[in-house]
């Protein structure tokens, strides 16, 4: 079985400052990771995706996550939070070869001026 | 393209009515979904369907049925609504399945606000 935990239900950072946004899994299997991106009444954006290449996936808007296999990680950065960045955003896994992907609870991100 | 779009976009139902959400994609993708997003628990997965005319349960199928008549097409139908329903439902489409070496990425449609009261 595959689940996903988003450690932060909300996380406020002021606009210029850096962005964390946490993600731990458990798979039996290889997974794929991606993480989501909700803007208010809007449908979910693909931000990234790790498929077993490189562990440092970089992503739209200036997003990236590092898969660390060891902590059973998938965190998701930035260096420098916009406005516009203000959404929620999900932390989603997929075993490889598997149709269905797991969704986790969600981080909603407000961005202080 | 205007890739998974949904109808309605909102809908308020007494308890006991019956309504039908529809899903078109214009993207010709085998594989199409019906999640539901409650607060704190992200999306569930509720049908999904890998090819015209074939359906499949997921994760929160009670209370739910669908069909796949169209290729482009995927129907959620609630036959008599439950509070309990009271949701954002999200359909989803892909070309095909995830493998070990790709990942072939699920659109999302704007999703459907639906009260059920």
């Known amino acids: 079985a595959q689940s996903v935990t988003q450690l932060d239900s909300h996380v406020s950072v002021s606009e210029g400052t850096p962005v964390l946004l946490r993600c731990n899994y458990s798979s039996s299997y290889s997974p794929s990771l991606f993480w989501y991106v909700q803007h208010p009444n809007k449908g979910l954006q693909l931000l990234l995706k790790y498929t077993s290449a490189a562990t440092l996936v970089k992503g739209i808007n200036g997003f990236e996550a590092e898969f660390k296999k060891s902590e059973t990680s998938f965190h998701l950065t930035k260096p420098s939070a916009h406005m516009s960045d203000a959404a929620e955003y999900f932390c989603v896994v997929s075993p490889a070869g598997r149709r269905a992907l797991t969704f986790g609870s969600g981080t909603r991100l407000q961005v202080q001026p | 393209n205007a890739g998974v779009t949904q109808t309605p976009k909102f809908r308020v139902l007494k308890t006991g009515q019956s309504m039908t959400l529809l899903c078109a994609q214009d993207?010709?993708?085998?594989?199409m979904y019906w999640y539901r997003q409650d607060p704190g628990m992200g999306l569930r997965l509720i049908h999904y369907s890998v090819g015209e005319g074939t359906t499949a349960k997921g994760e929160v199928p009670d209370g739910y049925n669908v069909s796949r008549l169209k290729k482009q097409n995927f129907l959620l139908g609630l036959e008599s609504a439950a509070p309990s329903q009271t949701s954002v439902y999200f359909c989803a489409s892909s070309y095909g399945p995830s493998t070990l070496s790709s990942y072939n990425e699920q659109f999302f449609g704007p999703g459907t606000r639906l009260t059920v009261l």
């Open positions: 993207m010709n993708h085998e594989y």
